[in-house]
């Protein structure tokens, strides 16, 4: 059947169809009276439009101009004069063709481009013809729904360039109108994203000429957010544009984040010559110095010695130590622990008592790590600082020799992470193991040496003084423990003494494998990320000369990471300069070293596109021994853990490897886990590593009981101290794995839970290449656990020094001693791209300075008593106090 008046049939055969554009439209009898009178007023105005008469013409336009302005609707409507100027869209369109150039057709072009907000046909981009063919007034009056429908359809214009339809230069000009309206209604990210896609991010450093000092910090944020999803080159140019814009408007302290972000010593010079103010360079010092970034201090910086002399105390981290101690007696922690005291054997069954009270050299080696681990920092224990004469009739000299043959290396290195940053009084407590008669225990107390100067600088350059004359010893331990030292002393300075002095090492054919691996290692840490050609190129030699047989050993590939640390963060620049190199390498080693450059240069970047591609080399299934399947597995953890999405899908990646890998691919994957998640125990990884930990494979379960040690690194994890004392007792009869286990509680109560091994700082946006680059040498050494961590290589997990650093908010007055405040500490909140002023903290308490502060959490003042010199609450911040305060009245 058919209805005989509108005709519309009801057959299926032929189903009515319905116009979209109808959705908006009522039939007269539905309409109000004032609905009805609006209508009837429009339709008018359309009528006049087109008379003869310009007068009427005129007048009819800026009536009906006025009503669509003065119109009001919810975000879910369109507004009524839209709604009822529908049906006449193509009539003042066909008339606005007919007409003469003149005033009256610009303004009827504005007004026919409003209408195709809601009428023009998809793709056509009608709304931006006609605003270019308009009079170009005020672009906001037409309210911001318009504005956003002109940005997108801009943005179709430039992603299509081969339908492009209008002038260049006008278009330009409307972009920056259109910016310039975004910024002033707190739109910042959409107009960053309509001026990158239409002009581009190089053009966009006009961004700094349309911000202000109500929108430049959102503006920044915003930049700086979305630099990590960004593609290689446009990521630094959006942060490059942040830091103009931050200097522009003297936010010193954010701009000296970006600059150490992009690695550029001139722009941090910049931020120091920028600022006069003593107190905030005292601030960007103490930046710097968590960065672990060695500045020399240039004499045009400051206006006179002492200021100079002070700055660099706080950049050499002089008071790393005092800080720290305070930090401890304020939550009073102070009391030395043994291993026992971690263990809790007491609490483990009757087996796990029996298998842990044997006393072998095993055992004892372990008990030298943990106490070392949960110690470090304090200057006492209960092992290696204990007086001769003390009541249970032990000393440092006694623990020292109940380990044998290269287990008194790690005892007596012991020392050193015992008395960490602690130059003064710990070179005088090593100073006596130096003189021994037991090589083993020299290179020990050398290592000690680098230990204790660990991010730690005196002009009296100590460990340099120290440790050069045990560099050409003929014992290679005693060789190991020097050059070990210097790496971990120097560590990111660049030193040209030492790089000149470790590198002829290289060039030396007789030298052992051991101390060329070591010697590689350390140059890669002194040199981190500066693509230093001549140590790369005696590395490349130190490869190219080794034999067959060699080339099989895990030592090895040490060597190659040592070439990886020197690329460290340069992209694709640390690709271009060795990969012609690589090819003539012999095949065993070319694909590892390829595999071990490639996860370095873009760790930390977060490029999906090389997460792929080591993705790819981890699916091929090969049975013949090979070794590179190891970093393409840590370089997929290297590379994301830039920011938290990628993070959670290399998780999920990983899990595929673990059900698809080859074997060896799947000895990597817990290491990889514990990269991810460093000092910072998230559930999901915390189950994987229990799962693992009781795998079949042996090395699995050794490589993912040490992660869980990683993740748990300094938090003191309940959970995770319980797995580990579970897994005590199950592997009782198994002394490799026994050992694993105590290494990993150790680390789990590393500093007795003030420390953390995170290698990011600053809410996560900066990231320490030394820290990093300490963190994956042991990974490596991880790699082949038997060979080097059960081997006699154990003290390669001294290189997690590196990235141990008190998790603390330290509070300071104008004269940097300790200040007591108020302060908030909640999870931290992602608020970039967010209206308003949104809280940055959920879920917070609050507490009294000095704080701790877990993975993930954010520090805010709790009183507007005091103004912090930096942004981001973490380390040492300075409070100056508000001029503005008034108390509580």
Request: hydrophobic share 40%; with cysteine.
């Amino acid at each position: 059947m058919s209805d005989p008046v509108s005709g519309a049939g009801t057959s299926q055969s032929e189903p009515p169809t319905k116009d979209p554009k109808k959705k908006y439209e009522k039939k007269e009898g539905d309409l109000s009276t004032e609905d009805l009178d609006l209508k009837q007023r429009m339709e008018f105005c359309v009528e006049r439009i087109q008379d003869p008469n310009p007068e009427l013409q005129i007048e009819a336009l800026e009536s009906m101009r006025k009503e669509i302005l003065t119109s009001t609707s919810s975000m879910a409507c369109v507004r009524k004069p839209l709604k009822f100027l529908r049906p006449h869209f193509g009539t003042l369109k066909d008339f606005y063709e007919t007409v003469p150039k003149s005033d009256f057709k610009k303004d009827l072009a504005d007004v026919i481009s409003v209408l195709a907000l809601t009428m023009s046909t998809e793709g056509k981009r009608e709304s931006l013809k006609y605003r270019l063919l308009g009079s170009n007034g005020n672009i906001g009056s037409w309210g911001h729904e318009y504005v956003r429908n002109l940005a997108g359809e801009i943005t179709e214009e430039y992603t299509n360039p081969q339908m492009k339809h209008t002038p260049s230069d006008d278009l330009r000009k409307l972009v920056l109108v259109i910016v310039a309206f975004l910024l002033k209604h707190n739109a910042e990210p959409e107009a960053v994203d309509l001026l990158t896609e239409a002009m581009g991010l190089v053009d966009s450093y006009i961004l700094g000429d349309y911000v202000d000092s109500t929108n430049f910090r959102r503006t920044c944020l915003y930049l700086t957010s979305a630099a990590r999803f960004l593609p290689e080159i446009d990521d630094i140019t959006a942060l490059d544009i942040a830091y103009c814009i931050y200097i522009q408007f003297e936010e010193f302290t954010n701009a000296l984040q970006i600059a150490l972000f992009l690695d550029e010593d001139e722009h941090i010079i910049s931020v120091f010559t920028s600022c006069d103010d003593l107190l905030k360079k005292k601030q960007f010092c103490y930046i710097v110095a968590r960065h672990g970034k060695y500045l020399k201090l240039d004499d045009y910086m400051w206006l006179d010695s002492h200021e100079r002399i002070l700055l660099c105390d706080i950049i050499n981290n002089a008071t790393l130590s005092e800080s720290y101690l305070t930090l401890a007696r304020d939550i009073e922690v102070m009391e030395p622990k043994s291993p026992e005291d971690i263990y809790k054997v007491h609490l483990l069954d009757d087996r796990a008592i029996a298998g842990a009270s044997v006393d072998s050299a095993r055992q004892n080696l372990a008990a030298t790590f943990v106490n070392a681990f949960v110690n470090a920092g304090f200057g006492q224990d209960k092992l290696m600082t204990v007086p001769a004469d003390s009541s249970n009739g032990g000393s440092s000299g006694n623990w020292v020799f109940k380990n044998k043959g290269h287990g008194k290396t790690s005892a007596a290195a012991s020392l050193g992470m015992i008395l960490l940053w602690d130059i003064d009084i710990g070179l005088a407590q090593i100073d006596k193991f130096i003189h021994s008669n037991d090589n083993y225990v020299i290179a020990g107390a050398l290592l000690g040496v680098g230990l204790v100067n660990c991010n730690v600088y005196s002009h009296l350059d100590p460990a340099r003084g120290i440790l050069h004359e045990y560099i050409d010893n003929e014992d290679s331990s005693i060789r190991i423990g020097a050059i070990m030292g210097l790496g971990i002393a120097y560590a990111g300075t660049q030193d040209n003494q030492i790089r000149k002095r470790l590198t002829p090492i290289l060039y030396d054919g007789k030298a052992p494998l051991d101390v060329i691996a070591f010697t590689a290692i350390s140059l890669g840490l002194i040199c981190v990320g500066s693509s230093n050609e001549k140590v790369a190129q005696a590395i490349v030699y130190a490869l190219m000369v080794r034999s067959e047989s060699e080339l099989r050993e895990p030592l090895t590939r040490l060597i190659a990471l040592g070439h990886g640390l020197l690329y460290l963060g340069s992209q694709e620049d640390g690709l271009e300069a060795t990969s012609d190199v690589l090819e003539t390498f012999n095949e065993k080693i070319r694909k590892y070293c390829h595999l071990t450059l490639l996860s370095c240069a873009y760790a930390g970047t977060g490029n999906i596109l090389k997460v792929q591609e080591l993705l790819s080399h981890c699916a091929e299934h090969l049975n013949n021994g090979e070794t590179h399947q190891g970093p393409a597995v840590l370089g997929i953890a290297m590379v994301a853990m830039a920011e938290e999405l990628g993070l959670e899908m290399s998780i999920r990646s990983l899990e595929h490897l673990l059900q698809y890998g080859e074997l060896n691919i799947r000895r990597a994957v817990p290491l990889a886990l514990g990269l991810l998640c460093m000092s910072n125990p998230k559930v999901n990884v915390m189950d994987i590593l229990s799962r693992l930990s009781h795998d079949t494979d042996l090395e699995v379960v050794m490589a993912a009981i040490i992660s869980l040690g990683l993740i748990g690194a300094g938090t003191n994890n309940a959970r995770i101290v319980f797995m580990l004392r579970n897994l005590s007792s199950y592997y009782y009869r198994i002394p490799s794995l026994l050992f694993c286990v105590q290494i990993a509680l150790g680390l789990v109560h590393l500093g007795k839970g003030l420390l953390t091994l995170d290698p990011y700082h600053c809410d996560h946006f900066l990231l320490s290449p030394t820290a990093l680059a300490g963190l994956v040498i042991t990974l490596h050494g991880c790699l082949d656990m038997k060979a080097i961590i059960l081997g006699k290589y154990h003290f390669v997990l001294y290189f997690l020094v590196l990235a141990m650093q008190p998790r603390m908010l330290m509070t300071l007055d104008e004269n940097l001693k300790p200040l007591s405040v108020p302060v908030r500490v909640g999870q931290a909140v992602d608020i970039a791209g967010k209206a308003g002023q949104p809280k940055t903290i959920t879920g917070f308490q609050t507490f009294t300075t000095p704080v701790l502060l877990a993975a993930g959490q954010r520090a805010e003042l709790a009183t507007e008593k005091y103004i912090p010199l930096t942004p981001t609450l973490e380390g040492h911040v300075i409070l100056i106090e508000n001029p503005m305060y008034r108390g509580d009245n």
